[in-house]
């Protein structure tokens, strides 16, 4: 039987474990795991994804507006940029969802 995952309540705060925190800073960490994790505000880990220079430049815009001074620290960053795409679409205040850059 496959228990169906919730989520929690608005206004519970998550501190997830050192051992996610780690998982979610380690550059190995496959993409689609950060995506998923990036996109799960309540597993409490979206600031490490967004430090994360494997995490997708989707999840990382996404994450920007929360978490900017990770995603301006993210190595990536600067090759983002060079992109244009979706720096364009930030700059004029539309930060794209996840999956459309």
Do not use: H
């Amino acid at each position: 039987m496959v228990r169906k995952q919730q989520s929690p309540p608005p206004n519970v705060v998550y501190q997830p474990s050192a051992k996610r925190i780690a998982q979610a800073l380690n550059p190995a960490t496959s993409s689609d795991t950060l995506r998923l994790w990036g996109e799960r505000s309540f597993l409490g880990v979206q600031r490490y994804v967004a430090q994360n220079p494997n995490t997708p430049a989707a999840i990382l815009w996404s994450l920007a507006p929360l978490y900017p001074a990770e995603v301006l620290a993210n190595p990536v960053f600067p090759l983002l940029l060079l992109e244009g795409t979706c720096y364009t679409a930030c700059e004029r205040g539309s930060v794209p969802r996840a999956g459309r850059c």
